[in-house]
């Protein structure tokens, strides 16, 4: 089964990564220097490989290249990657990443005495789900008098936008399935922007997976007709294929407005955002408009990992952080148009890229750049988030990723979750209260904790991590760089 436009990787969870990025950008509208990150990785030992410029590393010059190298250490699941340059992803750089393990609990065969726990037929299907803008991005996001509005979504790198011909633009294609048999969708919100309601016609999602963490069937994930899907974040949904073969919607609803049209006008137009499943054998031709399903979403604060943490997660953390989301509103056009003062703010203050990368301020025990927090190596750390912003609706969601570790959700628009076994994954949803994420510093390096829509971190909504200075560069958890790391950055003043 394959409809996917996207280069995606797919890999073992034993590999050893070994990936050489060459830079050949030569177009004179794109920023130029690059640089990839591997969301959901976690890169332990190896900060120097996550990708992040000006954060882990100076970017890659055109015609420089840089060779990442990391394993999983465990690691299965749905990931991807990006440039981690400015607004860079935005304009195409991006893929699927796809991490296998023979022996986990998705396949058919044995798993710990558990066979076919998810009972999944078929795991070869990625869908990746994305905003357009038909600008790149450095100019759509150049009007900064709103929120930049893309032009339109697309499935797998396909769709339309008001006005084209559908017979020019075909939609993509999930299928064909076979009756009777279970798929597993892999999908994956590579947006800039936008989140989805994903939902498919006559049929239902099991979902098995968020952000590479295998969950625990209960009724908050099995059998939902429905399931947000923010930027950055991943999920494994099982459908099943039991209904009369043909062709039927599989629904991304995206949200806030595309091009000037609201999510409930785009609704009315299935043809403008959405993919088709396809039975096998049926003719090949668009559903009709349908009804929207909208019974049963899937409640994200009680997914549950299918393995509970080691440790409860119910005492008290070492250290607390407050990190509110605040809307600068009196800066004028030409302060944020050079970022010297960003339109956000996450806790105290801003981030903007420093011209040295953290990490080299952490070798050299040069001072560290604004909005980043030394922590200790082996506490617990709490982090919450708030939307201070007039409208904290899930229309305005703030979805925040964390480099370097998954985190327990330990509350989730207010509300506490379940702290034997909370939601853990790599990227939240923070709208409509507080939202309270817990990490372990047992990976040393400069993380940054940033808002996925990446007009947002451009605007400065992002803080960084720096996880203890003595272990990153000493002792058993000591980073260890891949070749040529410090050779990309410049000979910086007082290097001579
Ligand atoms: Cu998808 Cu900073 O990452
Ligand atoms: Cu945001």
Redesign the pocket.
């Known amino acids: 089964m394959d409809s996917n436009a996207r280069p995606n990787l797919i890999a073992n969870t034993a590999d050893n990564f070994s990936i050489n990025v060459v830079n050949q950008m030569t177009d004179q509208r794109l920023e130029l220097d690059t640089s990839i ?1 591997w ?2 990785i976690l890169q332990h030992r190896t900060a120097g490989s996550d990708g ?1 410029a000006q954060v882990t590393q100076c970017p890659i010059n055109p015609f420089n290249s840089f060779k990442y190298r990391f394993s999983t250490d465990g690691q299965a699941g749905t990931f ?1 990657y ?1 440039s ?1 340059v400015g607004t860079q ?1 935005c304009d195409g750089l991006q893929g699927g990443l796809i991490i296998r393990d023979p022996n986990d609990p998705y396949s058919k065969e044995d798993w710990v005495g558990k066979p076919g726990y998810y009972d999944v037929d078929d795991d070869s299907t990625i869908v990746t789900l994305r905003d357009w803008n038909h600008l790149p991005s450095w100019e759509a996001f150049d009007d900064l008098s709103g929120e930049p509005e893309p032009n339109s979504t697309l499935v797998n790198g396909r769709g339309r936008y008001v006005g084209a011909d559908p017979d020019d633009v075909p939609l993509a294609v999930i299928g064909p399935v076979n009756s009777g048999k279970s798929y597993r969708l892999r999908i994956i919100n590579m947006s800039c922007n936008s989140w989805f309601r994903v939902s498919l016609d006559n049929h239902t999602f099991t979902i098995i997976e968020a952000d590479g963490v295998a969950l625990s069937i209960n009724n908050a994930n099995r059998e939902v007709d429905s399931f947000t899907i923010f ?2 974040e991943r999920y494994s949904a099982v459908v099943k294929a039991d209904q009369l073969p043909g062709n039927y919607w599989f629904r991304t609803n995206p949200f806030p407005d595309i091009n000037g049209w609201s999510p409930e006008e785009q609704m009315r137009d299935p043809g403008l955002n959405n993919a088709i499943f396809r039975y096998e054998s049926v003719p090949i031709e668009e559903p009709k408009p349908g009804q929207i399903p909208t019974l049963c979403p899937m409640d994200e604060s009680k997914l549950k990992p299918l393995v509970p943490p080691a440790q409860s997660e119910c005492d008290k953390a070492d250290q607390e952080f407050f990190l509110p989301i605040v809307a600068i509103n009196d800066q004028t056009e030409e302060e944020r148009q050079n970022r010297s003062i960003p339109h956000y703010q996450l806790g105290n203050g801003s981030w903007i890229p420093p011209s040295l990368p953290v990490l080299l301020s952490v070798i050299r025990g040069e001072a560290l750049p604004g909005n980043t927090y030394p922590i200790e190596f082996g506490k617990t750390i709490d982090v919450t988030f708030l939307n201070t912003e007039d409208d904290s609706s899930i229309e305005g969601a703030h979805p925040l ?1 964390l ?1 370097g570790h998954e985190f327990s959700v330990l509350q989730f628009r207010g509300y506490k979750t379940d702290c034997r076994n909370p939601p853990r994954r790599d ?1 939240i949803a923070v709208y409509d209260g507080n939202v309270t994420v817990r990490f372990r510093t047992d990976n040393p390096g400069p993380w ?1 904790f ?1 808002c ?1 829509i990446d007009w947002h ?1 451009d605007q400065g909504m ?1 803080a960084v991590f720096a996880e203890s200075r003595y272990e990153m560069l000493y002792g058993n958890n000591s980073i260890v760089f891949p070749p040529g790391w410090e050779s990309l950055c410049p000979i910086y003043e007082g290097d001579k």
Do not use: D, E, R
């Open positions: 990150h969301h959901g992040t991807w990006h981690h992803y930027p950055g990723h480099h990227t940054i940033h996925h971190l992002a």
